[in-house]
């Protein structure tokens, strides 16, 4: 069964960090596109960032860039987001997604349609 499981979320103190996991099962995340998302109650999910079938494709929202890291353990089988000096406006539920074709995150962010397996996300509460 293919499933992804995020986890790593937490309240924390702005300027903090945290880092998130994206574990798989039932399939193999090492050369296929991977996608962090993000949404707040009525907000549409957006993506943060995304690591493509070649680790040299890497992509990050301008919001994050420099403070969000992405990377991948293939032995892990796992994909982490570092996030880095944690702002109030980064409470959100985070979510991996993965995009088994690969075609993704090749020169761009992907689009939540572009992902075919999603996880069900963990919450990131950033707050004093």
């Known amino acids: 069964q293919v499933q992804l499981v995020e986890s790593g979320g937490g309240l924390v103190q702005p300027g903090s960090f945290l880092r998130l996991s994206c574990a798989a099962s039932g399939f193999t995340l090492g050369g296929i596109a991977i996608g962090w998302f993000r949404q707040v109650p009525g907000r549409q999910r957006e993506a943060v960032s995304c690591i493509g079938r070649r680790d040299s494709n890497i992509f990050y929202i301008d919001s994050v860039k420099g403070r969000f890291t992405i990377s991948r353990d293939n032995a892990e089988n796992t994909v982490y987001l570092q996030i880095d000096s944690l702002k109030p406006e980064d409470t959100a539920d985070y979510f991996c997604?993965?995009?088994?074709?690969?075609?993704?995150?090749?020169?761009?962010?992907?689009?939540?349609?572009?992902?075919?397996?999603w996880g069900k996300g963990t919450l990131v509460t950033v707050s004093s």
């Open positions: 997604a993965a995009d088994s074709t690969g075609l993704s995150c090749l020169a761009a962010l992907p689009g939540i349609y572009d992902m075919d397996y």
